[in-house]
């Protein structure tokens, strides 16, 4: 082919990048890229990934349709399924599937043999490609920013992506099943099934939990005056925190920008990872001050979130703290018990609820 002729190496002044990408051209279309898919990835900047993505792509040979009845899934669920995961949906006759998503969708049939309602199960795979979702940009931008050197041409950099790829893929499907085992555990460890549950079949009801929440304080005002890559090392910087600070029973529910929010069965457990949420943040003085609010009482767990009258005071709690500080409801005060020392914040009239909440400030004993 003629990449000069196709268009593909315009933009390209130095003849060093110009060689490199027609080495890779060459190498991509032998292998059975096409032109056109070529010219797709030169126009969005990502020709140096196309190796990688051929190895994490298989051959296309079905279409949704012949899947679903060579697995016996209901045509309409293997496509909900898809959507459910976050991934792009093709018409059911175009032929783009390749036999390990035949070989995926043979276990999703034995998943829903298994019993599960297709409406819970299709929730909880929403959770699964989310998370995945995550994991897998995250993984990539460590890849890039450790194997990205200055002055890398395409060529050699598409190539140094595919043998790291080829070496970690492999782990990566062990790796991840023996982290799910290990968080499950650690999640039943936690939880019970109460007579209640049992007699009803209703293992979903509210019930009390503690809730914490834990944010930058500024850092909406912070986003005017620096630069957004700093701001996101900001975040970045909250997330390292909270993953060293918290530990079970304490557990990290998700992270939302500028805040954490944290779950645990037992009060007093909350407020000591909130004190050393603060002190942790507060021993950098270029890192903002954190605050802190956490409440106990009602909440569900739905699908790895919860919700309910104590996630919503524990976050406008937290509005209402003072930098550098913990503010509780007082049950979670009277729960905690003497390990603290405890002042009145005063009565605070929070967005949503008719009465006032009394808080209470959480320190250190001296």
Known sequence: MDWDAEGLLDGLEDERARAARRKLLDELHAAGVPAGELRRAAAEDRL???PVERLLTSEARHTAREIADETGLDLEFFLAHRRALGLAITGPDERVFGDADLEAARLGRRYRDAGFPDEEALEVTRVLGQGMASYAEATRSLVAETFTEAGTDEHALGHRYAEVAEELLPLAAPFIGHVFALHMRQILRQDAITREQMLTGRVTAAHDTTIGFADLVG????????PVEELGGVAGRLSRL???????P???VKLIGDAVMLVAPAPADMVETA???????AVDETFPPLRAGV??????NRWGDFYG?????????????????VL???????????AYDWSFAGEKKLKGLSAPVRAYRARRRE
């Open 250 to 252: 304490v557990r990290i």
């Open 328 to 338: 509780a409801t007082e049950i979670v005060r009277e729960a905690a018990g003497d």
């Open 242 to 248: 909270a993953g060293e600070v918290v530990q079970a």
């Open 309 to 325: 009258s104590a996630v919503n005071v524990a976050s406008r709690l937290t509005a209402r703290a003072r930098p550098a500080s």
């Open 48 to 50: 140096a990934l196309l």
């Open 219 to 226: 850092f909406t005002a912070l986003g005017e005056s620096v």
């Open 275 to 281: 004190l050393q949420l603060v002190e942790a943040a």
């Open 295 to 300: 409440a106990h009482g009602p909440a569900i």
